[in-house]
């Protein structure tokens, strides 16, 4: 048994993301629930290191801090409008040019996203071999592109041809048809990462 198959059927029922602290308390019932039994043993979710979080509050930066302390929304670099973006890349339909949160805000948005986001690459990859350092590199590429199912990234990870994996990070520099500096940059640190 897999955490991540429960939790993506929890969300399909749910018809939402779960926060944190939802998350946490399902991780906990289902280790209390199947934790003895040997037939049913977790295994657990790959998470994200402090070292992935690094690099994705790096590339993300918590943006457009006002004079009050709080944070606008801003629109995207490449399409200068949707998807806004909020804190530490936030996005979604609850985001828009007038969306301001605070700083515990921004956060625990953070928290969330990145959780979801491991949980889309550990599915995405399955059994594949994997280390930390690639794991993270990986769920900042999908942070930022959302493109971890139908990358060839990732059908070269799963295929074990890690240096193939590598090459195709960058290819992924362009927003609004755009070749971005800071997408180029991004790509090669992810690389780099993924490298170990």
Request: hydrophobic share 40%.
């Amino acid at each position: 048994m897999h955490h991540s198959l429960i939790f993506e059927t929890v969300r399909a029922i749910a018809g939402r993301g779960l926060d944190a602290e939802e998350s946490r308390r399902l991780s906990e019932a289902l280790d209390e629930a199947f934790g003895s039994c040997p037939a049913l043993t977790i295994t657990g979710e790959r998470r994200v290191s402090p070292r992935g979080i690094a690099l994705i509050q790096r590339f993300e930066g918590c943006a457009k801090r006002r004079a009050d302390g709080s944070y606008a929304a801003y629109p995207d670099p490449g399409t200068g409008g949707a998807p806004w973006t909020i804190g530490w890349g936030a996005t979604g339909p609850d985001i828009g040019p007038r969306t301001v949160w605070t700083r515990a805000q921004c956060d625990a948005r953070l928290e969330e996203d990145v959780a979801r986001h491991a949980q889309d690459v550990d599915t995405a990859i399955g059994d594949a071999a994997t280390t930390q350092a690639q794991f993270d590199a990986l769920v900042s590429f999908h942070f930022n592109t959302g493109a971890i199912r139908r990358a060839t990234l990732t059908k070269r990870h799963r295929a074990g041809r890690h240096d193939d994996a590598v090459r195709e990070f960058a290819r992924w520099n362009r927003a609004g048809g755009r070749v971005l500096k800071g997408l180029v940059r991004r790509r090669a640190a992810e690389a780099a990462l993924y490298q170990g």
